[in-house]
């Protein structure tokens, strides 16, 4: 499962490392989006790169994804995150029993849970690409 500000990255900066990341799950793996990630995107784009949205929707368009839905009404107390706007994604990410959640977001850098794995995109490569 990718996070928003790994999206962002991919669509807007596109480079060869994020590019490397995106063609390596999506031949290997299968690719999570979760509909409060996909929310999350598409305002980000309408706040800080209105010019770049069509860009967004192409993309989204033709990347192959599974969608899972994150619910409105959330329990709280299964985790402590220090950004409690955070807290929907890594929830949708535990209830959908995804294996890996790649963020470059610090928020995430300090919770101890078993799965997912967080990660950050670089680390990504190097663990399981290089």
Known sequence: MLDT???????????????QVLEFITQNHTLVLSSFVIDELIAV???????????????????????????????????????INDYPVLYTAITENIDIFITGDKDFSDIDIEKPKIITPIDFITKYIS
């Not at 500000?5 to 590019?19: G, W």
């Open 5 to 19: 500000n790994v999206l962002i990255s991919m669509i807007i900066f596109p480079n060869k490392r994020f590019l």
């Open 45 to 83: 784009a309408d706040r800080k790169f209105p010019a770049k949205k069509y860009v967004i929707e192409n993309f989204l368009g033709k990347l192959s994804y599974e969608f899972v839905y994150t619910p409105h009404i959330i329990p709280k107390g299964l985790f402590k995150i220090r950004d």
